[in-house]
C-alpha cells in the first residue's frame, strides 16, 4: 500500500476523513478489499424537501441521508439544518461515525442526514414542515432497526420530537425509539442533552492526569456556545478550571480572571450573543484558537484549525467538541509540536453513547435514573479513552490514529465476520 501524507491535502473534510482511514489501515496492516469497502457509504439517499411556506410560496430544499456501514448494527447518525451543508460533508460525517460508535464499544454503523436551509430563516411552522417532509421522504431507509437519527447542527429536542412523531403516524403506531435526543416526556433519556459536552470532559480529565495538568489551575478556552460548548465550560468551570474565553457564531469574549459559563449563558438568551458581555474584551472565533490557555476545545464546527494557524496555537491539550475541527495538516502539525489532541471520535462521543443508551431504554419501555446514566456514561468513556491510549503507547502514534486503529480493527473483525453477501 502506497504511503499516505499530509503533504497534498487541501484540507476537503471527506478528504481528511478517508486520510486517517488509510493511516489507520497502514499500521494495521489491513486487507485491501475491506478498506476498498469502507471507503465508500454503504447507501447514500437524495430527496427533494417541498414545503409550502407561511407567505403561500412554495420552496424545495434537498436533504440528504448517508449510511457508511451497518456492520456493527443499525445505523445512528445526526440530522444537520445548515444552508451550507453538502453531500460530501454528510459522507464525511457519516464515516465518522462508524469510527466513533466503535471506538465506544457500542453496537452501531456510521449515518448522518442534512438538509441544505437556513433554521434562522425559517419560522417554527416552516421548520416543523422541513423536518416532517424530510423525514417522510427517507423514512424508507431509517428505522428502530435500520437508523435511528438524532440532533445536530440546529436541531434539538423539538425537531427529534416532530422526527418521532411523523414516522409514527407512518407506521400507524407510536416508535419511540426511532430517535433519540427526544425531549424526556416522549422517551427522550435523562442525561442526553449534556452527553457530549460531559464525555468531552471526561477525556480531559484523564488527559490531563497523564499529561501532569493540574485543572484545577488551568485555563480553557472554548470555541462555540452551544450545547457542547456551553456544557464543556461550565464542566470545567466546576472542576475548577478557569475559562478565560468562550465564543459563538458571532464572536468570542477573554476575561483572563475567568467566565462564569451560567452567568455567559444567561447574558447570551438575553441579548444573542457572547460578545459584549460585561468585564469582558470581544475577541474574534480566530483569536479565541490562539488564546494562551492550557485546554482548548474546538466545539464549533469543522475546519477551524489549519495550517495557517495551527503554528500559532498555544494550548497544551486540544479535545475536540465538535467534529472535524482540525484539518489533516493541522493535525501533523501540532503532533510535531506536541501539542496532544483528543479527536473528535473520542472526545464528542458522550452524545452517541447517551444515544444508544436511548435506544435501549426505548426498545425495553424502562428508563434509567439520571445518575445511572452518568456512570454508565463515564465508565464507557474512560475504558475507551484508556484503551486508545494504550494503543498510542503501544505503537508510538497520535492519539487520534490510535483511535482510529481502535476503531477501524472492530469494524474490520465484524467484516471479516459476517463475510461478504451474496
Known amino acids: 500500500m502506497a504511503q499516505v501524507t499530509c503533504d497534498t491535502l487541501?484540507?476537503?473534510?471527506?478528504e481528511a476523513a478517508t486520510h486517517y482511514l488509510d493511516l489507520a489501515a497502514q499500521q494495521l496492516g489491513l486487507e485491501k478489499d475491506i478498506l476498498k469497502i469502507l471507503k465508500e457509504p454503504k447507501r447514500t439517499?437524495?430527496?427533494?424537501?417541498?414545503?409550502?411556506?407561511?407567505?403561500?410560496?412554495?420552496e424545495?430544499?434537498?436533504?440528504?441521508?448517508v449510511q457508511h456501514s451497518l456492520a456493527l448494527g443499525p445505523a445512528k447518525g445526526g440530522i444537520r439544518f445548515h444552508p451550507d451543508v453538502n453531500l460530501e460533508e454528510v459522507v464525511a460525517l457519516a464515516m465518522l461515525m462508524t469510527w466513533k460508535c466503535a471506538v465506544v464499544d457500542i453496537p452501531f454503523g456510521g449515518a448522518k442526514g442534512a438538509v441544505i436551509c437556513n433554521p434562522k430563516e425559517l419560522t417554527d411552522a416552516e421548520l416543523e414542515r422541513v423536518t416532517r417532509r424530510y423525514i417522510s421522504e427517507i423514512s424508507i431507509i431509517i428505522g428502530p432497526e435500520k437508523d435511528i437519527p438524532a440532533p445536530d447542527v440546529n436541531?434539538?429536542?423539538q425537531v427529534m420530537a416532530w422526527v418521532m412523531d411523523t414516522f409514527s403516524m407512518l407506521s400507524g403506531f407510536s416508535v419511540p425509539s426511532v430517535v433519540t435526543g427526544k425531549p424526556l416526556e416522549i422517551g427522550g433519556s435523562l442525561g442526553r442533552s449534556e452527553a457530549t459536552g460531559r464525555g468531552v470532559v471526561f477525556t480531559i480529565e484523564d488527559a490531563c492526569a497523564r499529561l501532569k495538568?493540574?485543572?484545577a489551575a488551568a485555563t480553557a478556552a472554548v470555541q462555540g456556545f452551544g450545547n457542547v460548548g456551553y456544557v464543556s465550560a461550565k464542566s470545567l468551570h466546576d472542576l475548577g478550571c478557569r475559562v478565560v474565553a468562550v465564543s459563538d457564531s458571532r464572536g468570542g469574549?477573554?476575561?483572563?480572571?475567568?467566565l462564569n459559563p451560567e452567568e455567559v449563558l444567561a447574558f447570551k438568551n438575553k441579548t444573542g450573543s457572547v460578545q459584549d458581555f460585561p468585564d469582558a474584551r470581544n475577541i474574534s472565533n480566530e483569536d479565541l484558537l490562539l488564546t494562551e490557555c492550557d485546554i482548548l476545545v474546538p466545539a464549533a464546527l469543522e475546519n477551524q484549525i489549519t495550517a495557517k494557524n495551527a503554528p500559532s496555537v498555544k494550548a497544551r491539550l486540544i479535545a475536540e467538541g465538535a467534529n472535524g475541527p482540525i484539518t489533516a495538516q493541522a493535525d501533523r502539525i501540532l503532533?510535531?509540536?506536541?501539542?496532544?489532541?483528543?479527536?473528535?471520535?473520542?472526545?464528542?462521543a458522550g452524545g452517541v453513547v447517551v444515544s444508544y443508551?436511548?435506544?435501549v431504554q426505548g426498545l425495553q419501555h424502562f428508563f434509567w435514573s439520571g445518575d445511572e446514566v452518568n456512570r454508565q456514561l463515564r465508565r464507557r468513556i474512560i475504558e475507551s479513552f484508556r484503551r486508545v491510549w494504550a494503543i498510542k503507547e503501544e505503537h508510538g502514534v497520535s492519539l487520534r490514529l490510535a483511535a482510529y486503529m481502535l476503531a477501524l480493527e472492530k469494524v474490520a473483525t465484524a467484516m471479516r465476520l459476517r463475510g461478504l453477501y451474496p
Not at 503532533?335 to 473520542?346: C, G
Open 10 to 14: 487541501t484540507g476537503d473534510f471527506l
Open 45 to 58: 439517499l437524495t430527496v427533494a424537501v417541498p414545503i409550502r411556506l407561511d407567505n403561500g410560496k412554495v
Open 60 to 65: 424545495v430544499f434537498r436533504g440528504f441521508r
Open 155 to 157: 436541531t434539538n429536542p
Open 213 to 215: 495538568i493540574n485543572l
Open 253 to 258: 469574549i477573554y476575561c483572563e480572571q475567568g
Open 335 to 348: 503532533n510535531e509540536r506536541a501539542i496532544t489532541v483528543i479527536p473528535d471520535i473520542l472526545a464528542n
Open 357 to 359: 443508551f436511548e435506544w
